[in-house]
């Protein structure tokens, strides 16, 4: 007999997992969610001491929707009796390692949430989703009906393609840091390719420790500086569900040129990690000693190859239009991430409805558009910016998400939700 559920969610990253704690009290959803892997993980590569979130605390999985949860971050610390040390420690902002560990006891505690399980695919059969499951230990087979699917598979980590024949344990990228942080021995120069905060608090811990190794660290960016992210107060409005509504009623040409203009929103760094590294520039630089670091902005590494032993990158300052190249031994890529449609959709490839580009049409309930003989929903958590904004994959978003998820569900009747979040008007009413 096959288990029936009204919501099955692939993938347990922080936004399904939120969407997992916010469904859990809810006695007319039944649900069931799943990951490969074998515990919660987040972005394991880039714990660096010292690291932090670049949103408050409030952005956990629940509190901005549900601030009484006892899946908040509050009742996190509560349980684990860190409340005092939080309150001392005066920080909106909490080390990253801490968010993971929050998570992790989330992820452990709920019962609706099955790690070792494998997704194999997702088909649409006589009125149902049939979810393929697959135990990652055991290789036994199960299949799970759904009424609804959500898909928070996360996204994948983006290489250029003329570094990508080179990937290896010294060319890797940042999202596997601390995994190829000992291959990083021997090497006397380290290429970091990437501003963004990933770039930012790599390109900070090489630097520190070029006294003890030798290194020298390079640090390059197509952007056009090393910029600090927007981070004033009302800059911060473009991450609230009324700017999500906003960008939802533009065009979609109009959003596909907007959203890459607005790269300080998303994409660019803290002002506090500027600030540290800058610091240490400043301490290393006493005395008239040579700092052992190149930064450069507006340049575009374009080609790649192996070069004595080590790496040659054909780079190009792009203001200036000039070539020039790059010798190093070591490269790390801070090139960002992607969403991308995962082959366990396949099954479902001639029912959905995509755009002219190949990517999901997602309604205002981040429901994927399908085809008419679908009754059910596929959901999907990170994979809309193109249609939401910037605030896709912004962590303080999740619960507001998930929440429109539930009530998509239920008619409403899940969470109450506001209907104004920001003092700016983003646009005229018709």
Not at 119 to 130: E, I, M
Not at 352 to 359: A, K, N, S, V, Y
């Amino acid at each position: 007999m096959i288990d029936e559920y009204d919501l099955v969610g692939v993938g347990l990253g922080p936004f399904n997992l939120g969407l997992a704690a916010l469904a859990e009290p809810l006695d007319d959803v039944r649900a069931l969610f799943v990951d490969g892997r074998e515990a919660f993980s987040w972005h394991p590569g880039l714990l660096l001491e010292g690291a932090r979130l670049q949103v408050p605390f409030l952005a956990d999985l629940v509190s901005l929707v549900d601030p009484t949860s006892r899946w908040s971050f509050l009742a996190y610390l509560r349980k684990h009796d860190r409340l005092f040390p939080f309150y001392f420690a005066e920080r909106f902002q909490i080390p990253r390692r801490e968010y993971d560990d929050y998570c992790r006891w989330v992820a452990e505690s709920l019962p609706s949430c099955r790690f070792g399980t494998r997704v194999q695919a997702v088909r649409w059969d006589a009125g149902r989703f049939l979810v393929e499951l697959c135990d990652v230990a055991t290789g036994a087979p199960r299949v799970v009906a759904a009424r609804n699917v959500v898909l928070g598979v996360g996204t994948e980590p983006v290489v250029p393609p003329s570094v990508e024949p080179l990937l290896g344990a010294h060319v890797f990228h940042a999202g596997r840091y601390l995994e190829h942080a000992p291959a990083l021995a021997g090497a006397r120069d380290v290429t970091v390719i990437g501003s963004g905060q990933s770039g930012a608090e790599v390109f900070l811990d090489l630097l520190r420790r070029t006294d003890d190794t030798g290194w020298h660290v390079r640090w390059l960016t197509r952007s056009p500086a090393f910029a600090p992210m927007e981070y004033s107060k009302l800059g911060l409005e473009h991450f609230t569900p009324d700017y999500t509504r906003y960008f939802r009623q533009l065009s979609q040409p109009v959003r596909d040129r907007l959203l890459p203009a607005q790269w300080q929103l998303y994409k660019a760094i803290s002002a506090e990690t500027i600030a540290e590294i800058h610091d240490v520039l400043y301490e290393r630089s006493i005395g008239g000693r040579t700092v052992p670091a190149t930064l450069m902005a507006n340049v575009a590494v374009e080609g790649a190859g192996v070069d004595a032993g080590g790496y040659a990158l054909t780079c190009r300052q792009t203001q200036q239009d000039r070539t020039f190249e790059v010798r190093t031994d070591r490269v790390v890529l801070a090139t960002g991430y992607a969403a991308r449609r995962p082959a366990l959709l396949d099954p479902l490839a001639d029912l959905l409805d995509l755009d002219e580009r190949g990517r999901y049409r997602v309604d205002s309930d981040y429901r994927v558009a399908l085809g008419p003989a679908v009754t059910g929903s596929l959901f999907v958590q990170n994979a809309e910016a193109h249609t939401h904004g910037v605030g896709a994959p912004d962590l303080g978003l999740g619960a507001w998400r998930s929440a429109t998820i539930l009530n998509a569900l239920t008619g409403g009747k899940a969470y109450r939700l506001p209907e104004r979040t920001a003092y700016t008007s983003f646009g005229i009413e018709a």
